[in-house]
């Protein structure tokens, strides 16, 4: 059964430094890599997919990164700002057409 | 405009009743999924259809019921039989089944009193 894993559950960084957020998860087979994120109270925006083929994708300040080997993902925000404090979620898509969530990362970026 | 649309934002409903969230889209895509978050939780799959007229249980079906008579309309009932219905409930679209990126709806969140 695919597990997905991000630590740490919670980050306060201070405006200016650089979000590094980590995702694994435990079976490899898998179809993409999806990073989320998600606002209080809101629905889940999405922010980058990776398909399974791929090492990274960029968007903006936003690059995540895939080694499917070790089972990783990380998303490296850059710069951070006050509007980038909210909870970021990965999610894996494997067979089955599941898609599988990690508990999230809950991001502070402090003025 | 373009999208997904879930409703009622809010839902209070006694214990014994059951409830219909609906979502709707028209992106056109031919997948969609509801998903429950609990606080502290991840995103758990309760069903999903990859086509008209058929779907699928996920991780937690007990409970709830859905039906997919047309494309763009996925509503999901919470039975009586739910012993733990308050949560937060997400709708999610996707183009293509294996490889597609998910889109989300804005979530209902249901409380029963």
């Known amino acids: 059964k695919q597990e997905v894993t991000q630590i740490p559950a919670a980050l306060s960084v201070p405006e200016g430094e650089n979000l590094v957020l980590n995702c694994s998860f435990t079976?490899?087979?898998?179809?993409?890599l999806q990073w989320f994120r998600q606002d209080p109270g809101k629905g889940l925006t999405s922010l980058l997919l990776?398909?399974?083929?791929?090492r990274e994708q960029t968007s903006g300040r936003l690059n995540a990164s895939l080694d499917k080997s070790s089972g990783r993902s990380t998303l490296y925000i850059a710069a951070s700002q006050p509007g980038d404090s909210a909870t970021y979620l990965c999610?894996?898509?494997?067979?089955?057409?599941?898609?599988?969530f990690g508990g999230g990362t809950r991001v502070l970026v402090k003025p | 405009d373009g999208g997904i649309t879930q409703s009622p934002k809010y839902l209070f409903r006694k214990e014994g009743q059951n409830v219909t969230l609906s979502c709707e889209q028209n992106?056109?895509?031919?997948?969609m999924y509801w998903y429950r978050q609990d606080p502290g939780q991840g995103l758990r799959l309760i069903y999903y259809s990859q086509i008209v007229n058929d779907f699928q249980k996920g991780d937690i079906a007990e409970g709830y019921s859905v039906s997919r008579e047309k494309k763009e309309s996925f509503p999901l009932t919470v039975t009586s039989a739910q012993k733990n219905p308050t949560a937060f409930y997400l709708c999610a679209t996707g183009a293509d089944a294996n490889t597609g990126e998910l889109f989300f709806g804005e979530g209902s969140r249901l409380t029963v009193l």
């Open positions: 999610a894996v898509k494997a067979a089955g057409n599941k898609l599988t």
């Open positions: 079976d490899s087979a898998i179809y993409n």
């Open positions: 990776i398909q399974s083929s791929q």
């Open positions: 992106l056109n895509h031919d997948a």
